[in-house]
């Protein structure tokens, strides 16, 4: 879809001209997806373009900037944007900007004003009462909920306090399923909500074909189906028009499950 959206040939003129245009803007995910989809791409162009990006920009978003880090760790960048965005950003702007500095402790980076242990006991700590986590208020929200499990997974079989965690976290997740096995976030059942748990589960070695806490009258990649158009993009919600935030998140969640599937480490585990 991508590729004739853009008239591309290959998904490698996809990478250098339409995702280096768009560096910064609007191809981030697109890039992780491919970066951990195991094929061998050459992301110079891009690197260059989104390194020249950070430069010129006042990110004032910790997530956004911490975001742009975990994509050129992704890469395989050795700029040293990666190693100033963990000591500004970690933690500066809540939940995800924990979330997002836990992936780059966890891929071996370094922060000098945190440390691995201390962001994985936060996360922990801001686990609310039902089990979710939440960007505000008392309530889990599933996306949220399902990308603080994404980070805490690689410690889930060592540690009881990120097993205890996470369980009461599955729970959350599998009882706010919906019968027709696609997740809703805000009242509304949407695609990304559905991606983010398949990725979560799919992390932890969970199949969501074969197990029964999330099979209701759908198992969740045959939910993802209900959103998915003719022409290889997906929608926000059912029977509504292509979205690409829902068409990459949709790409790095089967890039998670087929991970899982073949063994393969979690989808933001880089090595």
């Known amino acids: 879809f991508k590729m004739n959206e853009a008239g591309s040939d290959s998904v490698q003129s996809?990478?250098?001209g339409k995702f280096t245009s768009d560096a910064g803007v609007n191809s981030e995910w697109y890039i992780f997806a491919l970066s951990r989809d195991k094929a061998e791409y050459n992301y110079s162009a891009y690197e260059n373009a989104l390194i020249s990006y950070v430069n010129e920009k006042n990110i004032s978003s910790a997530s956004t900037r911490l975001k742009?880090?975990?994509v050129l760790a992704s890469i395989g960048s050795e700029n040293e944007y990666i190693s100033s965005v963990m000591d500004n950003s970690?933690?500066?702007?809540?939940?995800?900007?924990?979330?997002?500095?836990?992936?780059?402790?966890?891929?071996?980076?370094?922060?000098?004003?945190t440390d691995l242990n201390e962001v994985k006991s936060k996360i922990i700590s801001m686990q609310l009462s039902d089990g979710g986590w939440a960007i505000t208020?008392?309530?889990?929200?599933?996306?949220?909920?399902?990308?603080?499990?994404q980070s805490l997974t690689t410690y889930y079989p060592h540690e009881s306090d990120?097993?205890?965690?996470?369980d009461k976290a599955i729970q959350f997740l599998s009882e706010n399923q919906l019968a027709d096995g696609t997740f809703s976030s805000y009242g509304k059942a949407n695609l990304e909500s559905t991606a983010q748990v398949l990725t979560a589960l799919s992390g932890l070695g969970i199949n969501c074909k074969d197990d029964e806490r999330f099979i209701k009258e759908n198992n969740i990649i045959?939910?993802?189906?209900?959103?998915?158009?003719?022409?290889?993009s997906?929608?926000?919600?059912?029977?509504s028009e292509s979205n690409?935030?829902?068409?990459?998140?949709?790409l790095y969640s089967f890039v998670a499950y087929s991970g899982m599937l073949n063994g393969e480490s979690p989808l933001y585990i880089f090595n």
Request: aromatic share 8%; net charge negative.
């Open 162 to 166: 990120v097993k205890a965690s996470i």
């Open 14 to 16: 996809l990478i250098d």
């Open 234 to 239: 997906f929608s926000h919600i059912i029977n």
């Open 137 to 149: 208020g008392n309530k889990g929200d599933v996306d949220v909920t399902a990308m603080a499990v």
């Open 90 to 113: 970690i933690g500066k702007q809540g939940i995800m900007s924990y979330i997002f500095g836990l992936h780059l402790l966890n891929n071996g980076y370094s922060s000098n004003v």
């Open 68 to 70: 742009y880090a975990l």
């Open 244 to 250: 690409d935030s829902a068409t990459v998140e949709a």
């Open 222 to 232: 045959d939910a993802m189906k209900l959103f998915r158009l003719s022409d290889g």
